[in-house]
C-alpha cells in the first residue's frame, strides 16, 4: 500500500494523488495546475501513471485545481468512477465544459501566433467531449454516509467548509488484512466564512494529507462586520471618485460570496443605488446551483435569503451572457464589474483590466489568494506597469484588497482545526503550498501536535504500511522517488514573467533615452549576452 504524490506538491495547484494497494488503485482529486506559465505547461505532460489502470477517483471539491484534468484522465483511458457530493458534481457540470472551452480558445489564439512564427501546431489538453463523458462518469455521495467503490476499501465525506459541497475525506484501505486510515483535507475553509457551514472535524487517523496555503501565514483577524463595513468604505470611495469598481472573482464561491455582502449592504442602505454586473456566464449558471442547495447554507445566509426572499435577487444585480454584452460595459462609468478570473490569469477579467487599469479614478478590489506569477499576483504587488495580451499598461486605478474573503484557512485556523485531532499513528503530508509554507506548516506540526510530518516533493511515494510502524524518531522518507514528469517551479517569478518585466523595462528605456547612440549600445549589449 503506497502513496504517491503527483501535484500541490512544492506548488498550490495540481492537486493529485494516488493511493495503491495489491488489488485496486484510485485518486484523490485530478486537479489543473495554475499560476505561472512553467507550471501551467505541466498540465500538457502526459500522467506519471496509466489512466486505464485507476479504477475509482474520490474529489474533495469542485475547484477546477482539484478537477480540471478529469476530463484528460478520460481522454486516456479512464473509464472509472467518479465520486463527489451532490453540489459537487452539479458545479462540474458546468465547470467541466468551461474549462474544456478556455483550452480550445487559448491553444487556437496559440496556433494564430505559432503558424506566423512558423511554429508547428498544439493541441489542447482536452476538449468539450472529453469533459462531457467526465460528467457521464461523475456519481454523487452523501455526506456522512460510509460506502464502498471497491472491496476492501471504505469511504466517507465529511464537510470542509470551503465551497458548496466541499469535503475532507475519510478512507480506509485494507491490503492483505491490514488496515490504514487516510484522511484527506481537500482545502479547508475559515471560520464564520459566508454563505457555507463551518468545517467539521475528526480524532484519528493513520495519515493525514492536509492543505497549507497559509501554512506560515496568519491573517489578521476580519470579524464578519468589520468585513462588510471595510466593502461599504471601498464602494463608497469609488463612487465619490466616479469610477468603476473591477473585482477579479472567481465564479465559483467568491463571486456569491460578494452577492451575498453586497445584498447585506444594499439592504442596511449603505451603498445604494450602484449596479453590481456578474460579467460571466459560468458564474451565473453556478449561482442557480447555490440557489438549488439552501440546506448547505449557515445561520447568516439562511437569515438573510428569508429575509429577502434570496440571496442573490436584487434589481441591481445583473449578469451578462453574450461576448458583445461584455464589451459593452466598456462604454459604462460608475458601476461594478466582477468577472473571472479570481487571478486575473484568463477570462473577460484581463480585458476589464485591460479598459480600466489606467484610469484613476478606478477602483480594483482583491478578495482571493493571488497565485506566484499571476497577473493579480504582479497587480497587487505594485507593479505600475503590466502587460495584457502582449501590451503595455499603466496601473493607475486605486488598488484595494479585502483578506476576509479567503475560502483557505490561515496558519491559525489550519491549527484549530488540528486541535480537535488526538492521534496520528504514521504521518501528517502537508501540500497545497508553496515550498515555504508547506515546510515551514509540516515543521510547526511537529513542534505543536507531535505528530510525524513532511512536506512531500512532486513524484515522491511513500509506503503507507512500513510507515505506521517506524519509530517517531526515525526520518521520514520516500521510497521512490519519480522524475521528468510534474514538476513545481522554483519559488518567485518564472522565466515568463522574468521575459514580461523585461520588455517592460527596455521599452521605457526606449521612452527616456532619446540618443539614438546611447539606445544603440544598449541593444547590442543585450544582443551580445544573449548570443
Excluded at 8 to 19: H, I, K, P
Excluded at 80 to 98: H, M, N, Q, S, W
Excluded at 202 to 225: I, N, P, Q, W
Amino acid at each position: 500500500m503506497k502513496i504517491t504524490f503527483h501535484g500541490a506538491a512544492g506548488c498550490v495547484t495540481g492537486s493529485n494523488y494516488l493511493v495503491e494497494t495489491e488489488k485496486f488503485k484510485f485518486l484523490v482529486d485530478c486537479g489543473m495546475f495554475q499560476g505561472n506559465k512553467t507550471l501551467k505547461e505541466n498540465n500538457y505532460k502526459d500522467f506519471a501513471y496509466n489512466p486505464s489502470d485507476i479504477d475509482f477517483v474520490l474529489i474533495t471539491h469542485a475547484h477546477i485545481d482539484h478537477t480540471g484534468l478529469l476530463p484528460k484522465l478520460v481522454k486516456h483511458g479512464f473509464k472509472g468512477p467518479i465520486f463527489a457530493t451532490e453540489p459537487t458534481v452539479d458545479l462540474l457540470r458546468y465547470l467541466l465544459p468551461d474549462s474544456a472551452h478556455i483550452q480550445e480558445i487559448e491553444v487556437m489564439q496559440k496556433n494564430r501566433r505559432n503558424e506566423r512564427k512558423g511554429l508547428p501546431p498544439v493541441s489542447p489538453i482536452y476538449e468539450f467531449p472529453d469533459a462531457e463523458q467526465a460528467i457521464a462518469q461523475l456519481k454523487g455521495v452523501e455526506r456522512y454516509k460510509e460506502f464502498n467503490p471497491v472491496q476492501g476499501c471504505a469511504v466517507k465525506y465529511h464537510n470542509a467548509g470551503h465551497v458548496l459541497g466541499s469535503s475532507f475525506i475519510e478512507i480506509v484501505v485494507e491490503e492483505n488484512g491490514q488496515k490504514r486510515k487516510l484522511v484527506f483535507s481537500g482545502d479547508l475553509g475559515e471560520l464564520d466564512h459566508p454563505i457555507v457551514e463551518d468545517p467539521d472535524s475528526f480524532k484519528e487517523a493513520d495519515y493525514l494529507v492536509v492543505e497549507s496555503t497559509y501554512g506560515t501565514r496568519t491573517r489578521e483577524e476580519v470579524a464578519k462586520e468589520d468585513r462588510l463595513n471595510k466593502l461599504a468604505e471601498i464602494f463608497k470611495g469609488a463612487i465619490e471618485r466616479g469610477g468603476n469598481i473591477i473585482i477579479p472573482a472567481f465564479a465559483l464561491e467568491r463571486t456569491q460570496d460578494l452577492l451575498h455582502d453586497i445584498l447585506i449592504l444594499k439592504e442596511r442602505g449603505d451603498i445604494p443605488g450602484i449596479q453590481v454586473v456578474v460579467d460571466s456566464p459560468l458564474a451565473r449558471n453556478i449561482t442557480k446551483v447555490f440557489v438549488k442547495y439552501p440546506e448547505c447554507y449557515d445561520e447568516d445566509a439562511t437569515e438573510v435569503m428569508k429575509k429577502m426572499g434570496g440571496l442573490f435577487d436584487h434589481s441591481d444585480f445583473r449578469f451578462t451572457e453574450s461576448v458583445d454584452e461584455s464589451k459593452a460595459l466598456n462604454l459604462e462609468n460608475g458601476i461594478v464589474i466582477m468577472s473571472a478570473s479570481g487571478m486575473c490569469d484568463a477570462g473577460r477579467i484581463k480585458h476589464h483590466l485591460k479598459h480600466n487599469l489606467w484610469k484613476p479614478e478606478n477602483t480594483v478590489i482583491f478578495v482571493g489568494y493571488q497565485a506566484e506569477g499571476t497577473l493579480g499576483r504582479l497587480i497587487l504587488s505594485g507593479k505600475k506597469d503590466i502587460r495584457i495580451h502582449g501590451e503595455e499598461v499603466a496601473v493607475e486605478a486605486k488598488i484595494e484588497q479585502i483578506t476576509g474573503y479567503s475560502g483557505h484557512a490561515d496558519q491559525k485556523g489550519l491549527l484549530n482545526w488540528l486541535d480537535s485531532v488526538e492521534k496520528i499513528n504514521g504521518t501528517v503530508f502537508v501540500v497545497h503550498g508553496e515550498p515555504e509554507s508547506a515546510e515551514g506548516f509540516a515543521k510547526l506540526i511537529s513542534e505543536k501536535k507531535g505528530f510525524k510530518s513532511v512536506a512531500p516533493k512532486m513524484g515522491e511515494t511513500f509506503d503507507l504500511i512500513e510507515m505506521v510502524k517506524a519509530e517517531v524518531s526515525e526520518e521520514i522518507k520516500p521510497v521512490y522517488a519519480m522524475s521528468g514528469v510534474a514538476q513545481a517551479p522554483v519559488p518567485g517569478p518564472d522565466s515568463h514573467n522574468l521575459y514580461a518585466d523585461l520588455m517592460l523595462k527596455l521599452a521605457d528605456f526606449m521612452r527616456r533615452t532619446s540618443d539614438e547612440n546611447k539606445r544603440r549600445a544598449k541593444l547590442h549589449e543585450l544582443i551580445d549576452r544573449l548570443n
